[in-house]
Each structure stands twice: as structure tokens, then as C-alpha cells.
T-cell receptor, first 115, second 113 residues
């Protein structure tokens, strides 16, 4: 079955530093990948749609300069949290689908803690 | 995406069947009913989806009402590993891979040994 891999699974960083999270589709190509954020006890909230070869589309209220998305190949999208602050601490999850008619598959998430 | 309504939480005993309901009274004719679940500290996992007919796979069964305004996810024998938040989501036929899923609050299933 389709597999989406995220790395790292957890990361701790200091305020003001940047953190990069990778999302890979292991056995399929994905022209579109989705990035979500989930705070404790809450549901997943879509942050942005990552498009291979073009700019990402951000949801309202998500700062594009803070959450940099790069989708340079058909199997890799990256989310960089720039100048991280404690309020950016969250669970970040990516997802993708092998084709338009298949269900979305999700990575196992990245737990970011900013100290 | 059309809205779905699920109970906030449900409890079950291990090895007993579990029926998780979902109401979607504003479903359109081309909306598929998708179910995902999220185990603690993991990303969501696809469970099953269907359009009109009941569906079965190795994980669960999906029973869809004749008028499609509601559906039920059935876990035939709950295990402790089935404790998770279950999300019922509607997806347009041609949107499945191109658009993100919109998650509601889901149903938190607790399984007692």
C-alpha cells in the first residue's frame, strides 16, 4: 500500500532557530502534498497545500514566511518552521495520495517542541 | 466539504463489536464517505470508504443508510489497539487526491479490557 514517511518523528529546538521537516512518498509520486498541524486534544488543522514545482497554497491565518514549504520533487515536500517560538510547538503531519481517486495517506507526524 | 456529526466519545469492551455512527444529512450525490482513525501520537490512518453500498475490508465494515444521510463504521471485534479517534469525512468523487481532508472532532473510542 501507499506509504508516506515523515522525518524526524520528534525534534526539540531552541527559540529563534529553524527546523526542517521532511515528508516523502515512498512508493508513489505525489504532485500534491498536504501539511497539517495538531495541538493537544484538538483535531487536525490544514496549514498548506504543497504543489510540486510551484508555490504552496496556505490556509488563512498561516504565515507563509514562517512556515516555508518546498516541494522540489514528486516524492519530497519539506516544511521549515523558521524562527521557531514556543507557541509553534505542535504535532505536524503530512499527507499525500497516489492518484486523485485514492484515499489520502498520512505520515506518522513530527512532534516539535520549542524551548 | 459537507458537514458530518459524530458522538464525542464511545466506550466498548474488548472483543465486542463496535458501531460508530456518523450523520451527514447534507451529503451530495457524488460524495464518498471516508473513515480515518488516529491512534495516540500517530498520523491518521485510512480505514474504509464507500459511496452507496456497504463495504467490507480487513479492518472494518461500513454500513451506509439507504438515503445516505448516515453511516456506521463497524469494528467486528474491538481490541485494545482499536482505541483511537475515528473521523468520518465526506469527499467529492473527483477531489479525493487533489484536495485536503477537513477533519471534524471525531469520536474518541475507548476499549476496556
Amino acid at each position: 500500500g501507499a506509504v508516506v514517511s515523515q522525518h524526524p518523528s520528534w525534534v526539540i529546538c531552541k527559540s529563534g532557530t529553524s527546523v526542517k521537516i521532511e515528508c516523502r512518498s515512498l512508493d508513489f509520486q505525489a504532485t500534491t502534498m498536504f501539511w497539517y498541524r495538531q495541538f493537544p486534544k484538538q483535531s487536525l488543522m490544514l496549514m498548506a497545500t504543497s504543489n510540486e514545482g510551484s508555490k504552496a497554497t496556505y490556509e488563512q491565518g498561516v504565515e507563509k514566511d514562517k512556515f516555508l514549504i518546498n516541494h522540489a520533487s514528486l516524492t519530497l515536500s519539506t516544511l521549515t518552521v523558521t524562527s521557531a517560538h514556543p507557541e509553534d510547538s505542535s504535532f505536524y503531519i503530512c499527507s499525500a495520495s497516489p492518484d486523485p481517486r485514492s484515499p489520502l495517506h498520512f505520515g506518522n507526524g513530527t512532534r516539535l517542541t520549542v524551548t | 466539504d459537507a458537514k458530518t456529526t459524530q458522538p464525542n466519545s464511545m466506550e466498548s469492551n474488548e472483543e465486542e463489536p463496535v458501531h460508530l455512527p456518523c450523520n451527514h444529512s447534507t451529503i451530495s450525490g457524488t460524495d464518498y464517505i471516508h473513515w480515518y482513525r488516529q491512534l495516540p501520537s500517530q498520523g491518521p490512518e485510512y480505514v474504509i470508504h464507500g459511496l452507496t453500498s456497504n463495504v467490507n475490508n480487513r479492518m472494518a465494515s461500513l454500513a451506509i443508510a439507504e438515503d445516505r444521510k448516515s453511516s456506521t463504521l463497524i469494528l467486528h471485534r474491538a481490541t485494545l489497539r482499536d482505541a483511537a479517534v475515528y473521523y468520518c469525512i465526506l469527499r467529492g468523487y473527483m477531489d479525493t487526491g487533489r484536495r485536503a481532508l477537513t477533519f471534524g472532532s471525531g469520536t474518541r473510542l475507548q476499549v476496556q479490557p
